[in-house]
């Protein structure tokens, strides 16, 4: 064979977009436990198939009771409660039988005898229980596609049922040692011996990035038996790596074996160690020749064949750092503990804005949701509001900057949107937090969020939104990005048994209301026609029961923890319930205007315009997306 010179000398970029251009990456999918998914990228979104906890638990450690039974209790007029007449011993955990709906603690009881004790203050429906959905509601998404699995994120998804997981599948990496110089490892060297030390790097490298390496027996510098051996790893992997023998030597075969088995696309790229790479296919699968000296190998690997491993399994480059942001709102601690705060972040203008999670031991989701760490030092009480702040990154920072921050309503469509975003290996992310459309407007307001999703009725004109803004917000330009319309009404259980007709007949009949919490556009709903009709918030039973989405009403009326409850006819229709219509509302998203010129954003509203978006409404029913992504300027 005759000598060959570099057929290319292509700068690094254009070398990994032409060969990506001609390449066929099928991404291969399969379905695995849940528990044996850690590192696997998910080739679909991930909903919970149960609530967690499933069931009402008790949060203290003391006695179950009726709450009823405790009214009037006060420092001069103890009640006295009988052992299995008024309540029951519970430990911290144990379930919460459906005739008890509050748990007085062990601290706070007055023994009387072995069978009763003296209680000396009330306590309020659902006091010190853990209600079922308070980490993980049914049906609410866990993860979405293209997520790498991680082991917090395998507690999440068991806790919710969700045993099974499609994945991509990871690659099989074919790996060809060349050079009649090189021997095995424990050999008997001799002079001009190299042991094959490449080829387990690159095994070692390709569990790092993904893919399951296969290395073959070393080959020879025998053009034939090179060819024999690159046309067995084409046809038994998906990604084929041949080391050495990819310069312009006497004895380098490289090249030539995969043009007369496939094809060169380059040969040669600008870069310096690792010029000599060859990128080709044989049989439609990346085949690369990747340079013998050991650096130039690294920076191959990590330049050509890491992206190629990444894109097989759906998965971005990650790397540890640190950050500096903005406190949201002020962390409190104590002098006695080292903490850590998981943290969300976005930037939103100019500033990395940083929001603490839920803090509590059993929120699994938060460290789900968790962009980074917030270490808080043993000797300081808390970090004020505004304050500067060092977060310990989870995620990327190029994933936080290209994060949309989205805080406010709660609809099941932001998480549909998300995932969305994320079909395809998207740029872009939307982080969201559910805190009612006042607290997106407050958000907005304090310039800790790019969007608001809200649905506020003015309950003087009957219109939706607009009002709100221009009180809150100011003389700010403004603009509503329009969402949906979607119908409000009356959540029920699977045929109504209490045939429940209007919102008058919650009072009439006593049932058991569960509520959204203040600031919440429901909630504002649920008021406005209390108000129409005449009727106290004192006389709803369950009025002060507060919940945060509609699926978590839905899951406490699924449970039989209450009758009834206001909410969306998505909702009901995901958890099986059935649905009394009282009317239809705006959905809309609150944006300033200058954000609209986000690539992001406008990534948003495309997704919101686009018939898949729109398909997935159809799924889950009971909205009208005739103006998704019209916008109004206010």
């Given at each position: 064979?005759?000598?060959?010179?570099?057929?290319?000398?292509?700068?690094?970029?254009?070398?990994?977009?032409?060969?990506?251009?001609?390449l066929?990456?099928d991404?291969?999918?399969?379905i695995?436990?849940?528990?044996?998914?850690?590192?696997?990228?998910?080739?679909?979104?991930?909903?919970?198939?149960?609530?967690?906890?499933?069931?009402?638990?008790?949060?203290?450690?003391?006695?179950?009771?009726d709450?009823?039974?405790?009214l009037?209790?006060?420092?001069?007029?103890?009640?006295?409660?009988?052992e299995?007449?008024?309540?029951i011993?519970?430990?911290?955990?144990?379930?919460?039988?459906?005739?008890?709906?509050?748990?007085?603690?062990v601290e706070?009881?007055?023994?009387v005898?072995?069978?009763?004790?003296?209680?000396?203050k009330?306590?309020?429906?659902?006091?010190?229980?853990?209600?079922?959905?308070?980490?993980?509601?049914?049906?609410?998404?866990?993860?979405?596609?293209?997520?790498?699995?991680?082991?917090?994120?395998?507690?999440?998804?068991?806790?919710?049922?969700?045993n099974e997981?499609?994945?991509?599948?990871?690659?099989?990496?074919?790996?060809?040692?060349?050079?009649?110089?090189?021997?095995?490892?424990?050999?008997?060297?001799?002079?001009?011996?190299i042991?094959?030390?490449?080829?387990?790097?690159?095994?070692?490298?390709v569990?790092e990035?993904?893919?399951?390496?296969?290395?073959?027996?070393?080959?020879?510098?025998?053009?034939?038996?090179?060819?024999?051996?690159?046309?067995?790893?084409?046809?038994?992997?998906?990604?084929?790596?041949?080391?050495?023998?990819?310069?312009?030597?006497?004895e380098?075969?490289?090249?030539?074996?995969?043009?007369?088995?496939?094809?060169?696309?380059?040969?040669?790229?600008?870069?310096?160690?690792?010029?000599p790479v060859?990128?080709?296919?044989?049989?439609?699968?990346?085949?690369?020749?990747?340079?013998?000296?050991p650096?130039?190998?690294?920076?191959?690997?990590?330049?050509?064949?890491?992206?190629?491993?990444?894109?097989?399994?759906?998965?971005?480059?990650?790397?540890?750092?640190?950050i500096?942001?903005?406190?949201?709102?002020?962390?409190?601690?104590?002098?006695?503990?080292?903490?850590?705060?998981?943290?969300?972040?976005?930037?939103?203008?100019?500033?990395?804005?940083?929001?603490?999670?839920?803090?509590g031991?059993?929120?699994?989701?938060s460290?789900?949701?968790?962009?980074?760490?917030?270490?808080?030092?043993?000797?300081?009480?808390?970090?004020?509001?505004?304050?500067?702040?060092?977060?310990?990154?989870?995620?990327?920072?190029?994933?936080?900057?290209?994060?949309?921050?989205?805080?406010?309503?709660?609809?099941?469509?932001?998480?549909v949107?998300?995932d969305?975003?994320?079909?395809?290996?998207?740029?872009?992310?939307?982080?969201?937090?559910?805190?009612?459309?006042?607290?997106?407007?407050?958000?907005?307001?304090?310039?800790?969020?790019?969007?608001?999703?809200?649905?506020?009725?003015?309950?003087?004109t009957?219109?939706?939104?607009?009002?709100?803004?221009?009180?809150?917000?100011g003389?700010?330009?403004?603009?509503?990005?329009?969402?949906?319309?979607?119908?409000?009404?009356?959540?029920?259980?699977?045929?109504?048994?209490?045939?429940?007709?209007?919102?008058?007949?919650?009072?009439?009949?006593?049932?058991?209301?569960?509520?959204?919490q203040?600031?919440?556009?429901?909630?504002?709903?649920?008021?406005?026609?209390?108000?129409?009709?005449?009727?106290?918030?004192?006389?709803?039973?369950?009025?002060?029961?507060?919940?945060y989405?509609?699926?978590q009403?839905?899951?406490?009326i699924?449970?039989?923890?209450c009758?009834?409850?206001?909410?969306?006819?998505?909702?009901?229709?995901?958890m099986?319930?059935?649905?009394i219509?009282?009317?239809?509302?705006e959905?809309?998203?609150?944006?300033?205007k200058?954000?609209?010129?986000?690539?992001?954003?406008k990534?948003?509203i495309?997704?919101?315009?686009?018939?898949?978006?729109?398909?997935?409404?159809?799924?889950?029913?009971?909205?009208?997306?005739?103006?998704?992504?019209?916008?109004?300027?206010?």
């Open positions: 064979m005759g000598q060959k010179v570099y057929l290319s000398n292509y700068e690094i970029e254009d070398a990994l977009n032409l060969y990506f251009s001609k066929k990456m991404k291969e999918k399969e695995i436990d849940t528990e044996n998914s850690a590192g696997k990228i998910t080739s679909m979104p991930i909903y919970s198939k149960i609530s967690s906890p499933f069931y009402n638990s008790s949060a203290m450690d003391g006695i179950a009771v709450s009823e039974k405790t009037g209790a006060n420092e001069k007029n103890h009640i006295i409660l009988v299995n007449e008024d309540y011993v519970v430990d911290t955990g144990d379930p919460i039988p459906k005739e008890y709906d509050a748990v007085i603690m706070d009881l007055i023994e005898d072995d069978k009763s004790v003296k209680i000396y009330s306590v309020a429906p659902y006091q010190n229980i853990r209600p079922l959905g308070e980490d993980i509601v049914e049906k609410s998404l866990i993860v979405p596609s293209n997520h790498k699995i991680r082991p917090v994120d395998i507690s999440a998804m068991i806790a919710g049922a969700v997981v499609e994945v991509y599948k990871k690659p099989v990496v074919g790996i060809i040692p060349t050079g009649t110089e090189l021997v095995e490892p424990g050999s008997n060297l001799k002079i001009g011996d042991i094959d030390f490449n080829s387990r790097t690159f095994k070692a490298q569990y990035y993904g893919g399951i390496g296969k290395r073959y027996e070393i080959v020879k510098d025998d053009y034939e038996k090179i060819k024999d051996s690159v046309k067995k790893a084409a046809e038994e992997c998906d990604i084929v790596l041949i080391n050495a023998g990819s310069s312009a030597g006497r380098d075969y490289t090249a030539k074996v995969i043009e007369e088995l496939g094809k060169v696309y380059i040969h040669g790229v600008a870069i310096k160690p690792g010029k060859i990128l080709g296919e044989v049989y439609n699968k990346p085949v690369i020749g990747i340079p013998g000296y650096v130039s190998a690294y920076v191959i690997m990590e330049n050509f064949v890491r992206p190629i491993i990444e894109n097989f399994i759906g998965e971005k480059p990650y790397k540890h750092k640190s500096k942001a903005i406190l949201s709102k002020r962390v409190m601690s104590s002098l006695k503990y080292f903490e850590f705060v998981r943290i969300k972040l976005g930037k939103v203008g100019d500033k990395i804005v940083a929001t603490p999670l839920s803090r031991a059993g929120a699994t989701m460290l789900v949701k968790a962009d980074g760490i917030l270490e808080v030092p043993q000797n300081i009480e808390g970090i004020e509001k505004q304050s500067e702040v060092e977060i310990k990154l989870l995620k990327d920072e190029e994933e936080i900057n290209n994060t949309i921050v989205c805080i406010g309503s709660h609809d099941p469509i932001i998480d949107i998300a969305l975003m994320q079909v395809k290996g998207g740029a872009y992310y939307l982080s969201s937090a559910h805190v009612g459309s006042m607290g997106g407007i407050m958000a907005l307001k304090n310039n800790e969020t790019h969007i608001a999703p809200i649905h506020l009725l003015d309950m003087e009957g219109k939706y939104n607009v009002s709100y803004i221009k009180k809150y917000i003389n700010r330009p403004m603009a509503l990005i329009k969402c949906v319309k979607r119908i409000q009404g009356i959540i029920v259980p699977k045929g109504n048994p209490n045939n429940i007709k209007s919102i008058k007949d919650i009072r009439d009949k006593k049932l058991k209301f569960v509520n959204r203040r600031g919440a556009g429901t909630r504002l709903l649920f008021d406005y026609n209390l108000k129409k009709l005449n009727i106290s918030p004192k006389e709803i039973q369950g009025y002060e029961r507060e919940e989405t509609h699926l009403v839905a899951a406490a699924s449970n039989g923890d009758d009834c409850g206001l909410g969306i006819y998505s909702a009901a229709t995901m099986g319930l059935d649905f219509p009282i009317c239809n509302e959905y809309d998203i609150a944006i300033f200058e954000f609209l010129n986000m690539e992001s954003i990534e948003f495309n997704i919101i315009k686009s018939d898949k978006f729109k398909e997935k409404l159809d799924e889950l029913g009971g909205y009208d997306y005739s103006e998704s992504g019209d916008i109004i300027y206010i």
